[in-house]
């Protein structure tokens, strides 16, 4: 966790609790050893935020502390409530649970008129169970994908034939309601999208992708039809 998080989230923590909290209570929360608390508490309170309290007795956040209100406009609010609620049901669950983090960081730092914007359900994202059975874990291909990695697995085709594929991923890409896992197929010795749904036994490999410019998602994009990075977003 990024310290400038880590202190976002000792606020938030304060807040949400309303009483004295100790330093061991908030090295639990964040990941970090008591003695780190003890410094980012100080710094804190050296930046005025209003936290009374000390080392050995614990914290407790000043009534009517706001961090700084962002500004966005209601449909900003809702696109981004609406992203991260699609991200929170149709991701795995370690983006699942980062999605709803990102939406009570998002909520405390609104002005109080869009909080109930925020809140409301104008947009809604469709229930996970249209979504196709995926079995293997797709945060351990994220890892991979960002690791520079090779993963190995079964693969069934439309016809049910199944073959042992070792691919270079290089992102995962959500279509309507299948995740597919583009990448650097070694068996064909071209570029393919595999449905993660078809996916099983899945193996992170220790080798690493070797870097190689006529293998890489810019030049999968590329083949793709797609020449701005930009135009996917």
Not at 14 to 32: D, I, N, P, Y
Not at 97 to 103: E, H, M, S, Y
Not at 125 to 140: G, K, N
Not at 203 to 209: G, K, N
Request: glycine share 6%; with cysteine.
């Amino acid at each position: 966790m990024r310290r400038a998080d880590r202190l976002f989230d000792i606020i938030e923590y304060l807040r949400r609790h309303r009483r004295v909290v100790t330093a061991a209570e908030l090295a639990e929360k964040t990941e970090v050893s008591v003695r780190t608390i003890y410094r980012d508490i100080a710094d804190l309170q050296a930046s005025r935020v209003p936290i009374d309290g000390e080392a050995g007795l614990g914290y407790l956040l000043r009534e009517g502390y706001d961090l700084p209100p962002l500004m966005f406009t209601e449909e900003e609010a809702e696109a981004m409530a609406l992203g991260a609620r699609i991200v929170s049901t149709w991701g795995d669950r370690e983006l699942g649970d980062a999605a709803k983090a990102v939406l009570a960081k998002l909520r405390a730092v609104l002005p109080r008129n869009l909080k109930a914007q925020f809140d409301a359900l104008g947009v809604m994202a469709p229930p996970a169970h249209y979504q196709a059975t995926v079995v293997i874990d797709l945060a351990r291909v994220r890892r991979a994908v960002r690791a520079k990695k090779k993963i190995r697995f079964s693969y069934a085709d439309a016809n049910g034939t199944t073959s042992k594929r070792t691919i270079w991923p290089l992102t995962l890409s959500f279509y309507g309601a299948v995740w597919t896992v583009p990448g650097w197929c070694e068996l064909r010795q071209d570029f393919r999208a595999f449905r993660a749904d078809r996916m099983q036994d899945l193996e992170v490999l220790e080798e690493r992708i070797p870097p190689d410019a006529d293998k890489t998602l810019a030049a999968y994009l590329k083949r793709e039809g797609v020449k701005d990075l930009n135009e996917l977003t």
